[in-house]
């Protein structure tokens, strides 16, 4: 079993010619981290002399300090050491996720190049914390997992055409449920297919601390005071909020959306902690992560897609294994808005959902 990590990392430069120091971001992590220069030095493995040239340095390249430094205070960062904190995260929950996913790639490929007998899981699934969390668990368990980040539709798509072996979908519990079910309608066998359940998670707003906007429903989202994050077109997320809007009279295109869309949950986030947005929707666990605010609208069931065919000829085994086993649901109910109760339950489904008994 391989393990291939692959990490982003940006420079800067201005019209000089003058670039960032090489450990400069890390270090003014550990300074909001921490509220102290020396104790960031330590966090990062710098010595103190060497952190403040770094700053120095910095300093150099933007005309401006950094970091200010009050006796008997500790350090703080200035407007543009924020900035650049928080670009760190909006490149890190933007990149990381198709990282992860080509390293998995690059993982199975050196599998099946090794071994010929290698024959990875191959799931295709939008990202999601309760994904990573299995993708994470099956590499310390040493199981081979081919896994490709896609939209529910992308990744139904390669379910039929036999691109994968297992599809990630998600469904909102409640009224919605038809409604969404019937996007995905004529590309479900409702003979055969079959739901292994993994776990009920929380979407809702994601909000600056202390919601200063004072954003409370769905109409809110409508002022002309309010800049939205989106998720991209053919996200499941982003079928869900036009869903929801939908059902309560509020067109899309009436809210102010900020220039750009994201590709992940953890972006989303990124960009509302960061102030270029007031507001998005999203996953609690990042809203927590970046000391958001989280207003909880509904509630989904996330589960994989498989022909019976996968199950009978025993090719699932190992994956059932570990959703059922009580470490990985201790893993999963640790997550913020995830609830495991449900997980590695195996179901038809027109048991699983009511829309399919329709």
Known sequence: ????????????????????????????????????????????????????????????????????????????????????????????????????????????????????????LRIHASHGFGVETLRRTMAEAGLALDLKYRSPDDALVALRSGACDVAGLHLPIGELEPVLFAHYRDRLDLDADRVIHLAMRRQGLVLAPGNPRAIHTLQDLERPDIRMIHRQP??????????????????????????????????????????????????????????????????????FLCHSDMLDAGRLVDLLTLLRSDRFRRELGLLPGYDPSYCGNVQTLGEAFASARI
Not at 13 to 29: D, K, M, R
Not at 67 to 95: H, N, P, Q
Not at 276 to 301: C, M, N, Q, S, W
Request: with cysteine; charged share 25%; glycine share 8%.
């Open 1 to 120: 079993m391989y393990k291939v990590r692959i990490q982003p990392r940006w420079e800067l430069e201005n019209s000089a010619g003058a670039t960032l120091p090489s450990h400069l971001v890390e270090l003014l992590i550990a300074v909001r981290a921490t509220g102290s220069l020396a104790a960031a030095a330590r966090k990062v493995g710098l010595s103190y002399r060497y952190a403040w040239g770094q700053l120095q340095d910095a300093r150099e390249v933007f005309g401006q300090p950094l970091l200010r430094m009050t006796r008997g205070r500790g350090a703080r960062l200035t407007a543009i050491g924020e900035r650049l904190v928080w670009a760190d995260s909006r490149i890190a929950a933007r990149l990381s996720p198709m990282l992860d996913s080509l390293a998995t790639e690059l993982e199975a490929e050196l599998e099946r190049t090794v071994s010929a007998h290698a024959t990875p």
């Open 234 to 303: 053919g996200s499941g997320t982003r079928l869900l909020l036009e869903s929801m809007l939908a059902r309560h009279g509020i067109a899309f295109e009436r809210i102010r959306a900020c220039d750009v869309e994201e590709l992940t949950h953890a972006a989303v986030s990124a960009y509302v902690a960061s102030g270029l947005a007031d507001v998005g929707f999203a996953l609690e666990p990042p809203a927590r992560k970046y000391g958001l605010d989280f207003f909880p609208l509904i509630t989904e069931h996330y589960f």
